[in-house]
């Protein structure tokens, strides 16, 4: 074997090889967190990025947003509790927990109102029948439906029978008072229900109510009037509508179905009435977005500032400047949106603020009368000047024209909840020439809507001015205003 020398790079090579040591130990560590401590200081300084979550998903980017608690659970109680002052608020409370918009809940409210007489009892006997006949409980129950919910009361509360269920607790409309909290007392000694006893035969009726529509599948006359199939349960059909009216209508149409079949429209339309009094009377007390994740809830101020923030609308050109105001003005407070001549019907809001939520869009047209503009082919009697903000012309949707199939049929759907029956649609035939436009290709909202010829270049939407009760109008020759200026 041959001896390696002794080379005289030897104590060379050793000592550069323990600097190396020395340099990997301390002095690159110290570098680097000196590095990093730079770079997150000035990464400080930059803007944080702004989450997009239209942007995101219309890309297909599936991203957490650290601030997203999800869809939130609605003010309101559960299927195990009741609060409120009142019978009828506890009823309100109760549907807004179970998930339900204020539209919704307020037109079960409303229907139960007229199915009680006004009196809000669990106890109620139908006024015009002697116990223990006609409807039973808050949704007048009748026939093999009464003996359902006498028996699911018996079952869920047992001194239900002994104590309660008497002609003397059967609450005929007058045996409840408002300032009493519309609970039942005993007519013969004048004795309310302890609130105890009355909360839990109204929260046994409201969990079977709930659980009854959940199972039943829509009645004829409801499919008649395109609400849905054979095939759709009522709860399901309910949670799809944005409107009380329509709400109000699935109750007359499929749950209820009043004798008198031949005022049902009638009937309808009191009802829908009764709701949205309803309506005006607790809005105020739900936040924005309960009983949904979706836009259009809330007050105008609210649904205002949710356009605002979406980012998603803009306007045409040739709008007048003071239109462009309106909707920031109403977000701020600094218009109330019902007063003439600058308001903004609610229904018109909430279709607006649907489609921001989703789409970004043009506003081409918004309230004629706060600019006092008139072009030609409009007039005074229509809803965009004399209605005081109830109609309202579309430009493109993300890049599709508002008059395209495509374009118009997305604005129907996300507008159609909100358009009660009397509302329109303009685009059927360009009256420039009389050729057609849209023709039949548009998909119409399952209310009765005048389907209208107008210029191909916006899609036309307009709803009734009487549709938002403390909005101010000018009665014209297209009428339906009932806050007259």
Not at 302 to 314: E, K
Not at 457 to 484: F, I, M, T, W, Y
Request: with cysteine; proline share 5%.
């Amino acid at each position: 074997m041959r001896l390696l020398r002794k080379s005289k790079t030897f104590p060379i090579i050793v000592a550069c090889f323990l600097i190396g040591i020395v340099i990997a130990t301390f002095v690159i560590p110290t570098f680097v967190f000196a590095v990093e401590e730079k770079v997150e200081s000035e990464a400080s300084k930059l803007p944080s990025a702004r989450y997009d979550p239209i942007f995101f998903s219309k890309n297909e980017i599936v991203i957490l947003d650290p601030e997203d608690v999800g869809c939130s659970e609605p003010e309101g109680t559960t299927g195990s509790e009741l609060s409120g002052n009142d019978n009828r608020q506890k009823i309100w409370n109760f549907l807004i927990g179970q998930g339900l918009s204020p539209e919704q809940s307020a037109a079960i409210v409303g229907n139960i109102e007229k199915d009680t007489n006004g009196s809000y009892s669990p106890t109620y006997n139908q006024s015009d029948e002697i116990f223990p006949k006609g409807g039973y409980g808050i949704a007048n129950w009748t026939e093999d439906r009464r003996t359902n919910i006498v028996e699911y009361l018996k079952a869920k509360n047992p001194t239900f029978e002994e104590t309660y269920y008497n002609s003397k607790y059967s609450s005929k409309g007058s045996n409840t008072r408002e300032s009493d909290g519309f609970i039942p007392k005993n007519s013969e000694t004048g004795e309310q229900i302890p609130n105890k006893d009355n909360d839990a035969l109204l929260l046994t009726e409201l969990n079977y109510l709930i659980d009854e529509l959940k199972g039943r599948t829509l009645h004829q006359p409801a499919i008649d009037r395109a609400y849905g199939s054979d095939k759709d349960t009522e709860w399901d059909t309910i949670k799809k509508q944005k409107t009380v009216e329509g709400v109000s209508n699935i109750w007359v149409y499929s749950f209820s179905i009043p004798n008198d079949d031949d005022d049902l429209e009638d009937i309808a339309n009191t009802r829908a009435q009764t709701g949205q009094s309803i309506y005006d009377l607790y809005v105020g007390d739900v936040p924005v977005g309960s009983g949904s994740c979706s836009g259009g809830g809330g007050s105008k101020q609210q649904i205002a500032q949710q356009i605002i923030d979406s980012n998603n609308i803009y306007y045409d050109y040739g709008i007048m400047a003071i239109e462009k105001t309106i909707i920031p003005d109403i977000a701020s407070g600094k218009n109330n949106g019902n007063d003439w001549p600058c308001g903004m019907n609610i229904n018109i809001l909430k279709g607006i603020a649907a489609i921001a939520q989703e789409y970004r869009i043009r506003l081409n047209s918004l309230n004629r009368a706060c600019s006092n503009d008139v072009p030609p082919g409009s007039s005074l009697i229509s809803w965009h000047y004399a209605g005081n903000g109830s109609a309202v012309d579309f430009g493109p949707i993300d890049s599709m024209s508002s008059y395209s199939t495509a374009g118009a049929n997305l604005i129907v759907q996300f507008m159609g909840p909100f358009m009660v029956d009397g509302s329109g649609i303009g685009q059927k035939y360009d009256t420039s020439d009389g050729g057609v436009c849209l023709g039949d290709s548009l998909k119409l909202p399952a209310v009765r809507i005048n389907y209208f010829g107008d210029f191909c270049n916006h899609l036309h939407v307009e709803v009734p001015p009487d549709s938002d009760p403390s909005l101010q109008c000018k009665a014209g020759g297209k009428g339906r205003c009932e806050n007259k200026v």
